[in-house]
């Protein structure tokens, strides 16, 4: 976060409701040495990890197996100039248990764009951080997930 | 871009027109080296470079003054499962040319959070890139820009 620049810090608990009120986030990584962003449908598991599923051919899964990435949603009303965005960082991993990835097939998320062979990923939520735009004041109080 | 997984990669110019689209992307860089996604408002200069405008003592100038950052913007219908996204990866740098932040004042983006002292960053359309999500075939031509 960034302090005093007109927004205010969300506790973890206020980031994964607003996260779990959103299909739609981007997962954040590095690509050839360059930063990489890719908009992904996902859900929150019940400990609050984010959910992905992709190929299991795609490029996203070699990108990010194994490696501490950053996933962020966000909702902005630019009218407004109100909103708020959480990122979540932690370490992504293709999930391989069977059970699991069955548990996640029943209750994960589908994919957009179906293929074959699909595996889930999964971001542990190490670090959880939000902020709401409270430049706004007279939108301040607002509940900005709606 | 990740190519196979179904989405199409888009032109240059495609991606220029969608940006001009929207009010608000995504400024990503590292902090304390950890991914770090920021949403904010910006427009594009002539160019094609993204202007951001912000306080000149927040963390993010000093985080992604002279850096090479990307900047995704993105619209997603997630009922239709149809989208765009688009990001401009190239260095970051705060305007310091007086005559170019007189033109930037008059012509760039506006304040959502106005400070007292406030700068213009620019960031050079170096590599832009972009993907349409064509998995909802009977959505595909569709002017997802609206």
Request: glycine share 8%; net charge negative; hydrophobic share 45%.
């Amino acid at each position: 976060m960034y302090p005093n620049d007109g927004f205010r810090e969300l506790e973890r608990q206020e980031c994964l409701r607003l996260l779990a009120q959103v299909p739609v986030g981007r997962i954040v990584h590095t690509r050839q040495a360059l930063p990489a962003v890719l908009p992904v449908n996902f859900c929150l598991d019940g400990d609050g990890a984010v959910l992905l599923r992709t190929s299991a051919a795609s490029e996203l899964v070699r990108a990010v197996d194994g490696v501490v990435v950053a996933f962020e949603a966000d909702e902005v009303d630019s009218a407004a100039h109100a909103g708020w965005s959480v990122v979540v960082t932690g370490s992504a991993r293709v999930v391989t248990d069977p059970a699991e990835h069955a548990r996640l097939v029943r209750t994960g998320p589908r994919s957009w764009v179906p293929s074959p062979e699909e595996v889930f990923i999964r971001i542990e939520p190490e670090l959880v951080t939000g902020r709401e735009l409270v430049g706004g004041r007279s939108l301040y109080g607002v509940d900005l997930a709606h």
